[in-house]
């Protein structure tokens, strides 16, 4: 069994954690808040900011799951450029030489806005500052040799806002098609244990479930699916959606051997907004 460092042990950090732990994986989880981590993941405490992070000698492998305080590019580059050039240094000096390294981006990075089929193949080029600095800290932990995975839209249990805002009467519907890409926290810890264990991973994946959609689409869904009004037409500030509207493809993913929990928004929904029904609320 391996030995495993979750860098940033967030959401999807910890979801991956305790399923890899309950594989038999001995896994450590580096966070920079106080607080003890779900057992059995070993809690390590330390802000990547402040230096070189202590680490244990042996690491068979590291997942960097890092994120951003803010939006700003000040942030993002201190997470992913920073942040993760003091992970290294702290494998350094531990001695540690994992086998594996998985670095945790974003679809973001991509800024087509036209509906486009986007694959590993097509052009990055951030819509920002702050999605540059990422797309520069992919490009760093690709020269340690780490295997980059763009998530879209990450949503699961206490992340189900949207089911929220539609209950709500806050969404809004798009005026024009806008393709959306997402994934299921569980897929996303999924995907993680898969790459992990593939023998001979590729340096770039896309993180996404088969159903990119229209975001008029799933709003009218969820709406039909809680059995309330459809949402009006007009311009909804989301700051948890990736900018511009694309179609991203999981095929390399898919080809990879990786099977989806939940292949479409539909299957991912479903039991959020039966909770929602239930009264136990959506979280973000």
Same mark, same amino acid.
């Given at each position: 069994m391996q030995r495993i460092l979750v860098c940033g042990c967030g959401y999807v950090g910890t979801a991956f954690g305790?399923?890899?732990?309950?594989?038999?994986?001995s896994v450590f989880g580096l966070r920079r808040t106080p607080g003890p981590l779900p057992a059995p993941i070993e809690t390590l405490t330390w802000d990547?900011?402040?230096?070189?992070p202590p680490l244990p000698a042996h690491l068979d492998a590291v997942v960097y799951a890092t994120g951003p305080g803010? !939006?700003?590019e000040a942030a993002y580059r201190a997470a992913y450029v920073g942040g993760f050039e003091q992970l290294v240094r702290g494998l350094g000096r531990a001695g540690a030489r994992p086998a594996r390294l998985l670095f945790v981006s974003s679809t973001g990075v991509f800024s087509q806005a036209d509906g486009a089929w986007i694959d590993e193949s097509s052009p990055a080029v951030p819509a920002s500052a702050a999605l540059a600095a990422l797309l520069e800290g992919e490009?760093?932990?690709q020269g340690e040799g780490a295997t980059v995975l763009r998530f879209g839209g990450i949503y699961g249990p206490g992340r189900a806002g949207l089911v929220e805002r539609v209950r709500a009467g806050a969404a809004r519907l798009p005026p024009t098609p806008t393709y959306t890409n997402r994934i299921h926290r569980d897929d996303c810890a999924g995907v993680l244990l898969h790459l992990m264990t593939l023998p !001979?991973?590729?340096r770039l994946y896309l993180g996404v479930d088969r159903a990119p959609a229209d975001q008029r689409e799933v709003l009218s869904w969820?709406?039909?699916q809680l059995g309330c009004a459809v949402p009006a037409?007009?311009?909804a500030a989301d700051p948890h959606r990736a900018p511009g509207s694309k179609r991203c493809s999981s095929d390399r993913l898919l080809g990879s051997g990786y099977t989806f929990s939940y292949p479409s928004y539909r299957e991912g929904y479903a039991p959020?907004?039966?909770d929602a029904l239930a009264g136990q609320g959506a979280g973000r």
């Open positions: 305790l399923r890899a732990s309950a594989l038999g994986h990547l900011q402040s230096g070189p803010s !939006a700003a490009r760093r932990a !001979a991973p590729e969820i709406a039909d037409v007009g311009e959020l907004v039966a």
